[in-house]
Nanobody, 119 residues
Framework: QVQLVESGGGLVQAGGSLRLTCAASGRTFSIYAMGWFRQAPGKERESIATITWSYGSTYYADSVKGRFTISRDTAKNTVYLQMNSLKPEDTALYYC????????????WGQGTQVTVSS
């Protein structure tokens, strides 16, 4: 099994920055990619950033492109999300997720960390 633990959320003013961390433990030898998702109240969950584990290729949703940066530390089995120029509409519960090499979609999820951006 795999456990994912997010941290780094909190309350920040618009224009500020936060860095989210997601630490993976357990059967981490089969990671294909990790991603960050978010869900605001009354809205569907949104994929905002993805990174492939071997090559570090990154993908971003248009809503965060240019403001957020995803990165990974393969030695620590940790993925980060640096969030700059935060906006009130970035307020959401942020989740990290892992896709293993045998899966066609993300098959492990963290519990989420709340990010609140005040105007």
């Amino acid at each position: 099994q795999v456990q994912l633990v997010e941290s780094g959320g909190g309350l920040v003013q618009a224009g500020g920055s936060l860095r989210l961390t997601c630490a993976a433990s357990g059967r981490t030898f089969s990671i294909y990619a990790m991603g960050w998702f978010r869900q605001a109240p009354g809205k569907e969950r949104e994929s905002i950033a993805t990174i492939t584990w071997s090559y570090g290729s990154t993908y971003y949703a248009d809503s965060v492109k240019g403001r957020f940066t995803i990165s990974r530390d393969t030695a620590k089995n940790t993925v980060y999300l640096q969030m700059n120029s935060l906006k009130p509409e970035d307020t959401a519960l942020y989740y990290c997720a892992m896709r293993t090499v045998v899966a066609s979609t993300y098959n492990y999820w963290g519990q989420g960390t709340q990010v609140t951006v005040s105007s």
